[in-house]
């Protein structure tokens, strides 16, 4: 009787504490997406902004002078701008949530919950996520109005959004944790990121590259992303849509197993 009686105490407070986990992880999750909401002029507005700059250059230039996999111009940098816009933008709400609450010191109250490293993890990545798709949905939309392009496959370009957003906000809580100061996060931002971003096929087919720069393409983990989500658009890519979708999960694996490491051992975290 009293072996019973233990047994459903037991029970209750693992309840209670899963119920408090779940409490956290979604305050957590609020947390981070009104963070960047309350500044969406910064956030979201700005970033569409750039990208819709850069539409509105190149369609005048070169929209009837270029073609691409028999795609105008215009209509096949339009994903490209999307991808890019998700992928800077997810990588940023991590990478500068994490190191805005270790300057402050306000994360020590984060990891004192009851939260698990796993909750924690989630709750930036989806965060980081919803940006994103935000920046991306509104690139989007803004630029039908320029020039309109019709997407042949939605389920593909729901996939690689997700997938190219929850990378690249995976890689910001890397480049987070890593970072002491902003302008080391800083470097991860203009040496690494931007680079591979406008060297994976934003605004142009690797097909029309040299040799030795296409096979240089084909180690770039974002190029895939790109072509992946461009093949939604127009079941048209440089490679195969499947072995783009192996290659990106495969890496979004990697970089989750790592970061999840990291934030087990409270590397950088704790000290």
């Known amino acids: 009787m009293e072996f019973e009686t233990q047994n459903n105490k037991n029970q209750d407070m693992i309840i209670i504490e899963r119920k408090n986990n779940m409490i956290g992880f979604i305050t957590l999750l609020k947390k981070e997406i009104l963070r960047f909401y309350k500044v969406f002029f910064q956030t979201v507005a700005a970033p569409v ?6 539409l509105v250059v190149f369609n005048q230039i070169l929209q009837d002078r270029v073609t691409v996999n028999n795609v105008s111009y215009t209509s096949f940098i339009i994903p490209g701008l999307i991808a890019m816009s998700m992928m800077q933008n997810s990588f940023s709400n991590t990478s500068s949530s994490l190191i805005q ?9 984060m ?5 698990s490293h796993v909750e924690i993890f989630f709750a930036y990545v989806l965060a980081a996520v919803v940006r994103g798709l935000t920046v ?3 690139v989007w939309f803004f630029s039908v109005a320029i020039h ?5 496959n939605y389920f593909w370009i729901i996939i690689f959004a997700l997938l190219t957003c929850s990378i690249m906000s995976v890689l910001g809580m890397i480049a987070g944790i890593y970072s002491e100061k902003y302008d080391q996060l800083a470097m991860f931002q ?3 990121i931007v680079p591979s971003t406008f060297l994976s096929g934003v605004f142009y ?6 040799e030795f720069w296409q096979k240089i393409s084909y180690y770039n983990p974002m190029f895939y992303m790109i072509d992946g989500l461009r093949y939604g ?10 072995i783009c979708l192996a290659i990106v999960i495969a890496v979004l694996l990697f970089l989750s197993i790592f970061a999840l490491r990291l934030m087990s051992t409270g590397y950088k975290l704790r000290s």
């Open 190 to 192: 203009n040496f690494l």
């Open 205 to 210: 087919s690797v097909h029309t590259l040299p």
């Open 148 to 152: 309109p392009v019709n997407a042949v």
């Open 49 to 54: 902004t750039t990208s819709l700059l850069y």
């Open 233 to 242: 658009f127009f079941e048209k890519s440089d490679t195969s849509p499947y």
């Open 136 to 138: 991306g949905i509104f």
């Open 101 to 109: 609450s270790r300057v402050t010191g306000s994360i020590i109250f």
């Open 111 to 115: 990891l004192l919950s009851p939260m």
